[in-house]
């Protein structure tokens, strides 16, 4: 069986009245490093993640989500590239 460990980065963070101020900026920095800002206020916090991180993460959930798949990218990945084809198999 395959084990995978996950990295949980820190995230930086922003109180929601400090983010209305610099929104702006603030979608511009995500967009441009890659790293998600976590948004807080009373009621609770949202994270915004730039569209292109976004979509990434629906295809990886899309993928994920066949079954089989997640076992088949775990097997390739220990595959070294010399072993293996150009042909795809259907």
């Not at 890659?34 to 629906?58: C, F, M, Y």
């Not at 220990?78 to 293996?84: M, R, S």
């Amino acid at each position: 069986m395959y084990s995978i460990t996950y990295r949980m980065s820190s995230m930086d963070s922003i109180n929601i009245t400090n983010a209305r101020k610099d929104l702006f900026k603030i979608v511009q920095q995500v967009r441009e490093s890659h790293r998600p800002i976590q948004i807080t206020g009373k009621n609770g916090a949202a994270v915004l993640v730039s569209d292109e991180d976004w979509n990434n993460i629906e295809a990886t959930l899309a993928l994920t989500a066949i079954p089989g798949m997640r076992e088949s990218i775990l097997e390739g990945m220990q595959t070294p590239l010399d072993e293996c084809s150009d042909a795809i198999e259907w």
